[in-house]
């Protein structure tokens, strides 16, 4: 039987080595690198690294093919949650548990440190194999992806969207396609890379993708249960702001317990686009049921 706990922890552990291993490389810290790693050493899930290598996994390759993938999509995310913390985003005082960014160092060298995130992201991503190739059609499309998942047409826009929404009310479409950029973009381009990079079919990525556009707005959805009903000591963060904020979110839409179900039908549908995968798909499935039944 598959163990997703032992699965999450031998990923992760991979993920935050080779991380370790691309700040090795940067040299002398100062101010701005110790940022960067407060922010990105603080914890959490790593869940889109580990989808990535997931995906790379079903496709037939070894998860580790997938790590410089998975690194720079941790390093994106991690620069996004450094800027959604800012005073002029959400003012969060709290992320994983610790101060945000700025509050442990100052609003500048916030910004600074999630600059320097996202362009490291793509360095990571650009360098050439161990061998001294250079950079290959297959790393090029995968920089083409995961730059529109986290640009103006994937993340970056929908935290745009998310900000001008505040205080108004939005339509469930609406707010459905704002969460597929904001958050979804991110997770769909995770898996697609991942299966790119390790060589899988136009199908088996087109396959992937849908899966991830799934599992990635019912991982939003479940955030907005859990910010209604969540533990503040589990989440690390705190809970009520999205009301606070006069958020449009699905439990003000749809109800908590209709939320709730919509997560669920949301991951079927995830589970039903790669129900051709043999078993080398079994850590995404178990990280689709995982999404979707989490505490934090």
Request: negative net charge; proline residues 4%.
């Amino acid at each position: 039987m598959f163990e997703l706990p032992s699965y999450l922890d031998a990923r992760r552990r991979q993920v935050e080595a080779a991380l370790a291993r691309v700040f090795e490389e940067l040299g002398s810290p100062g101010r701005l690198i110790d940022a960067m790693r407060y922010s990105l050493t603080a914890g959490g899930k790593r869940l889109r690294p580990v989808l990535c290598m997931a995906a790379c996994e079903a496709v037939g390759a070894k998860p580790e093919v997938a790590l410089k993938p998975a690194c720079a999509l941790e390093l994106i995310h991690t620069y996004s949650l450094i800027h959604d913390d800012l005073p002029a985003m959400d003012d969060d005082a709290l992320r994983r548990g610790q101060p945000t960014c700025h509050v442990a160092f100052d609003e500048a060298t916030a910004i600074l440190a999630g600059d320097a995130l996202l362009t490291l992201a793509f360095q990571v991503l650009a360098q050439p194999s161990a061998d001294g190739r250079p950079a290959t059609e297959t790393q090029i499309a995968v920089i083409a992806r995961i730059s529109r998942a986290a640009g103006c047409r994937g993340m970056v826009e929908g935290q745009m969207r998310d900000i001008a929404a505040e205080g108004r009310p939005m339509a469930l479409d609406r707010l459905a396609e704002l969460h597929g950029l904001k958050t979804g973009a991110l997770i769909t381009a995770a898996v697609g890379s991942g299966a790119l990079w390790a060589g899988g079919s136009e199908a088996q990525v087109r396959a992937l993708e849908h899966f991830g556009a799934k599992i990635g707005l019912a991982f939003q959805v479940t955030d907005d249960n859990l910010n209604v009903e969540g533990d503040p000591a589990e989440l690390g963060k705190a809970v009520g702001t999205d009301a606070a904020r006069s958020k449009t979110t699905y439990p003000v839409l749809l109800g908590l317990e209709r939320s709730k179900a919509l997560a669920r039908e949301l991951v079927g549908e995830g589970l039903q686009a790669i129900a051709a995968f043999d078993t080398k798909a079994d850590p995404l499935r178990a990280i689709a049921n995982y999404i979707v039944n989490r505490r934090r």
